[in-house]
């Protein structure tokens, strides 16, 4: 799977009652991750490591349940203080005390020279989880976000938290995207998978992290017919997240045909929920088949069942 | 002042009784300072901070009172995964949830290229302290320990905290400290304060990081006369850590009359408990004056006496 974080977090643990855990591997976003007090943060990984350990906070969809916030209240006392122009205590970032740990072994591990890779895999372990967890890169890509009204360019997640998405995006870049490396493991993946599926994610600032390594979209392309995406737009609107209005202000049709516009070139099948049924021509246009199937995960059942047809049609 | 931690805090506090707070400069061991998680970690400056704002946690001696330990105890998660040969979650060292802000905060304004000298200024504002608290210097110094059985040299942190400083010393080395400078200000503040103190601090790794900047034992030398070292050997014994035994292990004798041999070239008085009287003429010997008066400061009374009596001590 290429993976981003809250809807493909959802369709992996759909897909792990229909599917062997130990025979998936997600291949997942690093675009998103910064670096705040030198640690160093993967939202999509632990996005994704949280919500198969069923540790997730639900309702806040990110960070861990049962979380507490004795670190940032204590933060608060410094950001007081702070000269203007010092970033130090960014209280629009909220780590939790349990997810700092996270956060902080991260950290420690990488700069004892261990690879994201490896680290990633610890942390999937720790947590108990049997599927494979890759970051799609061991080197930096930032995902830079041009916000329209002010014309400056902002890391992802001072556009996606700092101002929580509700601006208008001019463009998009992924710096260190055209000399970093897709790693080893998860090249092999995208070749040797019998099946890659394309998570309901952003497909702009999630999947498209992933798309701007070297050899990514050449990769899938030759293996175009098993490749299966999941639209993440539904009745024109995104499930979770900025998805619909960002891809309209970047000249996309905020809709599943518009998502097939972009996948076509590297997969065969798109997947979308009945309320898009009309689509099916302008989909078909672009020379995606189009699967018809509830793609709403509201419970386990319709996820299971969208995890069910997305493997047969990747299979057939 | 020149500061270690818990002695010199509680020395600080008891003075501010008696003296005024914004007349007061604290120049503070640095060589305890370590990076855990690429975590700054100043151990001194924050016994001192959190001792003076009333936040520290008196029973354990030091970190912050009401403490939580959230992300310590979901570092333990990661600890069982850790690859042998990791040190990336070393739960010898805990650190609070609270306390993890400061180093949150000290980190990344250092990071973002202010000076250990200007972060100490800030989180003392923070706290609302008047006292003037001075890193000795703003460049790295690390003490390092040799332990005896083992045979290997360590950082100060792993045989104060690791070893519970249960184990016997062979040798102490200031790494770095003989390229660092002494601070602007603290070099000003060496040289123009009425009176300097030398905290009841452990005279080898407190005070000794210290002096082993360069200039500091000639700045004190020349000013001899109004230079007032309080003993941190009461009756023999250290009246917190490891002090006694370390300076019996490395050839020191254990007691008043011992530190009197240290500090002899660099402060013209000795203040001494009551306990300690016959040492006197040894400490005499030494060419240092000893004023004899309780020097354990069980409560707040016989602190501020303390400090009257060391301010006029060094007025004479």
Redesign the interface.
């Known amino acids: 799977m290429l993976c981003g974080g809250v809807g493909a977090a959802r369709f992996m643990r759909a897909l792990a009652g229909v599917h062997h855990a130990t025979d998936t591997t997600a291949v997942i976003n690093t675009g998103d991750d910064n670096s705040?007090?030198?640690?160093a943060i993967s939202p999509d990984i632990d996005t994704v490591t949280y919500t198969l350990a069923s540790a997730i906070d639900l309702d806040r969809g990110w960070g861990l349940s049962g979380e507490?916030w004795?670190?940032?209240?204590?933060?608060n006392?410094?950001a007081?203080?702070?000269?203007s122009g010092?970033?130090?205590?960014p209280t629009w970032f909220s780590l939790g005390?349990?997810?700092?740990?996270?956060h902080?072994?991260r950290?420690?591990?990488l700069?004892?020279g261990?690879s994201l890779t490896k680290v990633t895999a610890?942390?999937a372990?720790?947590?108990g989880l049997e599927q494979r967890l890759l970051p799609m890169s061991d080197e930096a890509v930032s995902t830079m976000v041009t916000l329209r009204d002010e014309g400056v360019e902002v890391p992802f997640q001072e556009y996606f938290v700092k101002c929580h998405h509700q601006v208008a995006v001019a463009g998009l870049r992924f710096q260190g995207a055209s000399e970093a490396q897709l790693t080893g493991p998860a090249r092999s993946a995208l070749i040797d998978s019998e099946v890659v599926v394309i998570a309901p994610s952003n497909p702009l600032v999630s999947i498209g992290p992933i798309r701007a390594l070297p050899e990514v979209d050449k990769l899938l392309g030759r293996r175009r017919d098993s490749v299966v995406a999941i639209s993440p737009i539904v009745g024109g609107v995104a499930l979770k997240g900025p998805a619909d209005r960002m891809m309209l202000e970047l000249g996309h049709e905020p809709s599943a045909a518009g998502v097939a516009r972009l996948y076509a070139s590297i997969a065969a099948t798109l997947v979308i929920d009945p309320v898009d049924e009309a689509l099916v021509p302008a989909i078909e246009a672009t020379g995606m088949r189009a699967i018809v199937t509830p793609s709403v995960m509201s419970d386990i059942e319709i996820g299971q069942q969208l995890a069910r047809r997305v493997l047969a049609a990747g299979r057939e």
Do not use: G, N
Not at 36 to 39: G, W
Not at 97 to 102: G, M, V
């Open positions: 705040l007090y030198r640690l507490s004795r670190a940032m209240d204590a933060l006392r410094y007081k203080v702070m000269p010092s970033a130090a205590a005390d349990q997810d700092l740990a996270t902080l072994y950290t420690s591990r700069a004892e261990a610890e942390i372990a720790a947590w």
